[in-house]
């Protein structure tokens, strides 16, 4: 059911974009601001409670329905997964954007290429050359395909029905959106959100980065995930852009203008500067991660038949 599930949702997504922003993450970030309003007096405690009503209500009462739905009938179920997948995972939740910034830059129209790009990661693109915004496009890339991807379809395989999915897309608005609340009132009441996506994100993160290591240049790959992940300020997230950036045989990081001032940022990759060509072998290595993980599917379920 997993299998078919996604493919359904692959096939779906091609045919009807969904518009992520104005159907998931704009009121599932609503919600999270409910609760954060209603619960937030600071306390450490407080956070625990939030987040658990923010995040495991839901994914509660959504696996009541899905037993309930496959004890009625299988095909139900099926449908539930499908139309919650839709929703919490895709490509073209970010796709496209990079599509428009490759192409703008074949076409070498500097200017649009840097709106697409503050479009896309909300950030001065001002006087970025190209190199910088192929840069930059395959970073958001890497890093979008584990959290709109990867991260969502492990957790889907581990947990019945669509929990795992929602748990992580919740888990993830809920810790955005409570850490923009800032001050030091607000810090101790978030801490719990943080603690708990980086312990639902750590094994996703792992196996995002060995599949982007099976898929390219294996030995460049675990090179620069062992000795190059824990200079990124988000080191979960410098293990995925890590092993990505070896796998691809590419220089990513690197010091960036943003806005006027230098933004220094630590090294990641090997190999050339980030170019377009560079672009479209990031867009191949997104794709056959994604073939693993579905051929890992049908051999645990051809598996199971067996069994």
């Known amino acids: ?109 500097l200017s649009r290429a840097r709106q697409l790009l503050e479009t896309w990661q909300g950030r001065s693109a001002y006087n970025l050359g190209s190199s910088d915004i192929a840069r930059l496009s395959i970073e958001g890339a890497l890093a979008a395909s584990h959290r709109h991807v990867f991260a969502v379809l492990l957790w889907f395989v581990l947990l019945p029905g669509p929990c795992g999915a929602l748990l992580y897309r919740l888990a993830m608005i809920v810790r955005e959106r409570w850490a923009t609340k800032g001050g030091e009132s607000g810090k101790d009441f978030a801490t719990f959100s943080a603690q708990s996506f980086s312990i639902i994100d750590w094994l996703p993160v792992r196996v995002t980065a060995a599949a982007f290591a099976i898929v390219g240049d294996f030995e460049d790959a675990a090179y620069c995930w062992r000795t190059q992940a824990g200079a990124w300020p988000d080191r979960d997230l410098g293990i995925v852009l890590a092993a990505g950036a070896g796998a691809l045989g590419v220089q990513l990081g690197q010091p960036v203008v943003d806005g006027v001032e230098l933004a220094d940022r630590a090294e990641l990759g090997l190999g050339e500067p980030a170019d377009v060509d560079f672009m479209q072998s990031a867009v191949g290595l997104v794709w056959r991660a994604t073939v693993l993980w579905m051929l890992l599917l049908f051999l645990l379920g051809l598996a199971s038949l067996v069994g």
């Open 1 to 109: 059911m997993s299998l078919l599930s996604l493919i359904a949702v692959f096939l779906i997504e091609q045919l009807q974009p969904l518009d992520y922003r104005r159907i998931v993450a704009e009121p599932l970030g609503a919600w999270a601001d409910f609760v954060e309003s209603q619960f937030n007096a600071g306390a450490y405690r407080h956070g625990v409670l939030a987040w658990c009503l923010a995040v495991l209500l839901p994914v509660g009462v959504v696996g009541g329905i899905y037993v309930a739905l496959y004890a009625l009938n299988p095909i139900f179920a099926l449908l539930l997964n499908v139309g919650v997948l839709y929703l919490t995972m895709g490509f073209r939740q970010f796709s496209h954007h990079y599509t428009e910034i490759q192409l703008a830059l074949r076409e070498e129209d």
